[in-house]
């Protein structure tokens, strides 16, 4: 008797005899079962090996033995920008989160490990776009590739940000004094 989702992950021989080795009925087999497992070809044991166990034991350890068995990786169908921000700041690495859609319907993050990043202006390094200040572009064409599958790609124009950080930062001075440089109408926050 061979149970059709073991097939599936490589168990070739199943069998559930008694000691004398002939086959058992249900009911012989909810009270003790003499097991003989082939797993092939992923794993080859150095020789085959009865036990009689109890029906709980068995149930876990088919599903130990189940558990070793490598994971079948899923396939990526699609790839998307989850950007964190919707413009990319000059003179610093900007993230560029892509994640996958798995052929199970989950989504899965995926780095420079993965995917062939290519942008119109700046260079990667990793999934991090870096773009030097003297950058006049209003908005950077950035393409991710699956390695995997390079049938697979999408592109996004990430806009560049326009408005320079204006704020005022304390120096480390101020900071280890306490005082505050901020604009009069906030408050500080631990009054």
């Given amino acids: 008797m061979l149970i059709p989702e073991l097939r599936d992950f490589g168990i070739s ?7 004398s080795g002939k086959a058992l009925s249900d009911s012989q087999i909810s009270k003790s ?3 003989t497992i082939t797993i ?7 020789c085959e090996k009865s036990v009689v166990l109890k029906p709980c034991v068995f149930v ?17 169908d699609s790839i998307f920008f989850h950007l964190y921000t919707d413009s990319l700041k000059k003179g610093t ?3 560029i989160n892509v994640d996958g859609k798995l052929s199970n319907g989950r989504w899965q993050p995926l780095t420079g490990k993965e995917l062939v990043f290519t942008s119109s202006y700046g260079s990667f390094d990793g999934n991090s776009l870096f773009v030097d200040t003297a950058c006049k572009e209003e908005k950077i064409m950035v393409t991710a590739v699956l390695k995997a599958d390079t049938t697979i790609r999408k592109t996004s124009g990430i806009y ?15 900071v280890m004094q306490g005082t505050n440089t901020s604009p009069a109408g906030k408050r500080k926050r631990n009054q």
């Fill in 33 to 35: 079962l003499h097991l």
């Fill in 60 to 76: 876990t350890t088919i599903i130990l033995a189940l558990l070793r068995l490598p994971a079948q990786a899923q396939k990526v």
């Fill in 160 to 174: 560049i940000k326009t408005m320079e950080q204006t704020e005022k930062l304390r120096t480390v001075e101020e």
């Fill in 40 to 46: 092939s070809p992923h794993f080859s044991l150095p």
């Fill in 93 to 95: 690495f900007n993230y």
């Fill in 13 to 19: 021989a199943f069998s559930m005899n008694n000691i």
